[in-house]
């Protein structure tokens, strides 16, 4: 297929029910090798804060989690039950995810309009961008949500393109599994479906099997919905304390990192697939739901990569345009400056000691909460060792945040650590310490703050050596509180 194959009025480029012809050697082999060099890197660094707290959820299946759907601690749970508990084991499904989305990014290239050259630069501009590679190289819900948003999309271009209806029941099937995961979902098929609804094409909503797609993925959802509707609404809150917590950082760096999410070549490519989705009427609802994707994303103060998924098939159409452009070599050179800087970027390569300090350090999340969580056991450790042997052995730790919890949790049975309790979003629901537990090793919680619930609280050291948010924070042993746990624990509640 060639890019005049999309006729300029904006006509189906394929009749319903032509056979689909695979992508390019070429793109299966940016495929493999994507995945190759992710699983090389699995192993630096460490285990993301994130990771260890899915890990941990993982341990209790649930419908629903109070701050997550439960696919991503699913596939801990069975990253780590079939592979080992390991954070190679982890990230396995990571980098498979990116390889498949490679394919599928090139895919939207050849639905397009784009032929072999279009399809491989979508492949490679996909496989060096900072986006893939951080959702390849740790389990995140970002990992996930960019395969299955992605998957969505190809199925709303076969039906706008193609004029095959068929394609709304796999996007409704798809749509009830990416709930699973987040319910972001409902921004691509909320932008798009206002996009048809201002730009057309309107027929496509008269097709009885998109309303068929709609109980499809209702029913596939229902387990999820019902655990939110049953726990008054929980992703709700979460996006309410997020947006408090975090907005305005993220509005700040929002316009900056459209740029940055995938490299600044590929941002231009972005712009030329926007232009090329608004000249096509069929397709015009997509350039449409891309501005009003980052209108709710700004207005709800979330994330900006919640865009990721459109910054991909933009992409994906501006390499159709750019595979006929006459500086393509000019535009490889951008490409391959991209990609350099992304691995350094998006991947393990600098020195874990080396980290702190860093302008990846501060740009890459991900890579600054990867280095150090094993020290947080490690230190923690120390404490309770210190502990009179009569008090240890009725010990138990608390945790400020998540990620020390899962820290703590999974180098347990390594260190000798006791139960560890948090009050931090999911995991307040899993209760208090038992009554009568006297000790506590508390882990990132002001100490004013415990001296006001324990009668004696004791100064026992902060953890070092790490460039994330866990450097820094204080270890304190409390001793006796002064109400019974079942009364305190309400106080302990937190989001974020």
């Not at 990014?105 to 050259?117: I, P, S």
């Not at 630069?121 to 990992?143: D, I, K, Q, R």
């Not at 995991?427 to 004696?456: I, S």
Request: aromatic share 8%; with cysteine; glycine share 10%.
């Amino acid at each position: 297929m060639t890019g005049a194959d999309v006729t300029a009025t904006g006509g189906p480029a394929v009749r319903a029910g032509t056979p689909l012809t695979g992508p390019p050697r070429a793109v299966l082999a940016v495929a493999v090798a994507t995945v190759a060099v992710l699983l090389a890197v699995s192993p630096w660094y460490g285990y993301h804060r994130d990771e260890l707290y899915f890990r941990m959820l993982g341990e209790r299946p649930r419908l629903g989690y109070f701050d997550t759907p439960p696919l991503t601690p699913m596939i801990a749970r069975l990253s780590t039950t079939i592979f080992g508990d390991t954070v190679v084991a982890l990230r396995i499904v990571p980098a498979l995810c990116t390889g498949v989305l490679v394919v599928l990014v090139a895919l939207l290239a050849r639905e397009l309009g784009g032929g072999r050259t279009a399809q491989i630069l979508a492949a490679a501009g996909t496989a060096t961008s900072v986006l893939p590679l951080l959702a390849g190289h740790a389990l995140l819900t970002l990992t996930p949500d960019l395969v299955l948003w992605s998957a969505v999309t190809l199925c709303l271009l076969r039906v706008l393109l193609r004029g095959d209806g068929r394609y709304w029941l796999w996007a409704g099937a798809l749509c009830g599994i990416a709930a699973y995961n987040r319910d972001l979902i409902v921004v691509l098929l909320g932008g798009v479906g206002l996009g048809v609804l201002v730009a057309g094409p309107r027929e496509v909503l008269r097709d009885g099997r998109l309303w068929a797609g709609v109980l499809l993925a209702l029913a596939v959802a229902s387990p999820n919905l019902i655990y939110q509707a049953t726990h008054d609404w929980p992703q709700f809150q979460m996006a309410e304390a997020l947006r408090i917590d975090e907005g305005a950082d993220n509005r700040a760096a929002f316009v900056p990192l459209q740029i940055v999410l995938l490299g600044p070549a590929q941002a231009v490519l972005c712009v030329a697939g926007w232009l090329r989705l608004w000249r096509n009427r069929r397709v015009r609802s997509l350039a449409v739901a891309y501005p009003v994707a980052c209108a709710l994303i700004l207005y709800a103060g979330g994330r900006p990569d919640y865009t990721g998924a459109f910054l991909l098939y933009l992409f994906a159409a501006g390499c159709v345009t750019a595979a006929g452009w006459r500086w393509r070599k000019t535009l490889v050179a951008a490409l391959a400056i991209d990609a350099v800087v992304a691995v350094v970027v998006a991947l393990p390569v600098v020195p874990a000691a080396s980290l702190a300090g860093t302008p990846v350090a501060a740009i890459n999340e991900v890579a600054r909460e990867s280095v150090g969580m094993r020290d947080v056991a490690a230190q923690t450790a120390r404490v309770v060792d210190g502990l009179p042997a009569g008090e240890r052995a009725g010990a138990v730790l608390l945790a400020g945040n998540y990620g020390e919890a899962g820290a703590l949790r999974r180098w347990a049975g390594e260190f000798g650590l006791p139960a560890v309790y948090s009050g931090h979003n999911e995991l307040w629901w899993w209760g208090p310490p038992p009554e009568g537990t006297r000790v506590v090793v508390a882990v990132g919680y002001p100490p004013a703050g415990l001296r006001t619930v324990f009668a004696r609280c004791t100064p026992a050291g902060r953890l070092s050596g790490m460039p994330g948010e866990e450097q820094g924070v204080p270890i304190t042993v409390c001793r006796d509180p002064v109400r019974p746990w079942r009364e305190l624990w309400p106080s302990a509640r937190h989001y974020s």
